[in-house]
């Protein structure tokens, strides 16, 4: 059972870090190491964890360690009487995350009103029916917009609430 649990984790671990390295433009070993964090958990890993289990040599993994760290995408800890640091995800970067994707869509859904009224103006300058621009799209995509949006902000809300309550 523990040797499969790792294998899952390995996968999991190579797969987040491949749409983290594309989604989060990081480079492949800060992708694995943030990969590898996040699916550890609050009780953290060490270097000597993830020399071992990312087989990577300890210059490669220093390097991407203080780089995730200088991000603030990543923290540590110390334990009473352990001289090692125990990295964990730095829930911060999850609030800011979200509010960077917020600020995109909201510039989105601007651009894209401004685009619609546009077409609509030009629409009633023309009197040919085929030549006139189609709303629709403008239309769903505000719309989806608005409720991505939306549903975002509440996830930010509950989790925002949940830290408050720890």
Excluded at 33 to 51: C, E, H, P, Q, R
Excluded at 95 to 111: F, G, P, R
Excluded at 120 to 137: A, G, V
Excluded at 139 to 155: M, N, P, Q, R, W
């Amino acid at each position: 059972m523990i040797s499969k649990m790792r294998n899952d984790k390995e996968d999991l671990v190579e797969r987040l870090g491949v749409f983290m390295e594309q989604k989060e433009q990081l480079a492949p070993v800060a992708a694995r190491i943030l990969s590898y964090i996040i699916l550890t958990g609050k009780a953290g890993t060490t270097f000597d964890d993830l020399v071992r289990d990312l087989c990577a040599s300890k210059s490669t993994i220093s390097t991407h360690l203080n780089h995730l760290a200088d991000l603030k995408r990543i923290l540590y800890f110390t334990k009473t009487g352990d001289r090692k640091k125990y990295y964990t995800i730095n829930e911060d970067s999850i609030i800011q995350s979200i509010d960077a994707m917020t600020e995109s869509w909201i510039l989105q859904k601007e651009l894209h009103l401004e685009i619609r009224e546009y077409k609509e103006k030009t629409n009633q300058l023309k009197n040919d029916y085929t030549s006139k621009f189609n709303l629709d799209f403008h239309d769903t995509y505000i719309e989806f917009l608005d409720e991505v949006t939306k549903a975002v902000s509440t996830l930010k809300s509950r989790i925002l609430e949940k830290n408050t309550k720890l």
